[in-house]
Nanobody, 125 residues
Framework: QVQLVESGGGLVQAGSSLRLSCATS????????MGWFRQAPGKEREFVSA???????KYTDSVKGRFTISRDNAKKTVYLQMNSLKPEDTAVYYC???????????????????WGQGTQVTVSS
């Protein structure tokens, strides 16, 4: 069965960095776009970043220049390098796989078919 397992979250101070990882199994990783989303308490899940199977990327405006998404097809893993973290980045971060979209990277939660369980990121001021 398909599994996505996030890791790398934690409690850090503002200005710090974290690197999230999402290890996958049970899917043809190299064929699919992968995304990162986050959900803060009391808020809806929101798009953070995505990477296509060809390596093209998309970011939400609030993380541009601070976050970098990457993938290692050999390891079937997608990463999110987060620098200059801010308290407003505090959320549970989820990775997800989009097995249908090809030409464009979707920012919609509904476009993603498989999800991990999430990893907590807390940024203190």
């Amino acid at each position: 069965q398909v599994q996505l397992v996030e890791s790398g979250g934690g409690l850090v101070q503002a200005g710090s960095s974290l690197r999230l990882s999402c290890a996958t199994s049970g899917l043809t990783f190299s064929a699919y776009a992968m995304g990162w989303f986050r959900q803060a308490p009391g808020k809806e899940r929101e798009f953070v970043s995505a990477i296509s199977k060809w390596g093209s990327t998309k970011y939400t405006d609030s993380v541009k220049g601070r976050f970098t998404i990457s993938r290692d097809n050999a390891k079937k893993t997608v990463y999110l390098q987060m620098n200059s973290l801010k308290p407003e980045d505090t959320a549970v971060y989820y990775c997800a796989a989009d097995v249908f979209s090809q030409a464009t990277l979707s920012v919609a939660v509904s476009s993603y078919n498989y999800w991990g369980q999430g990893t907590q990121v807390t940024v203190s001021s």
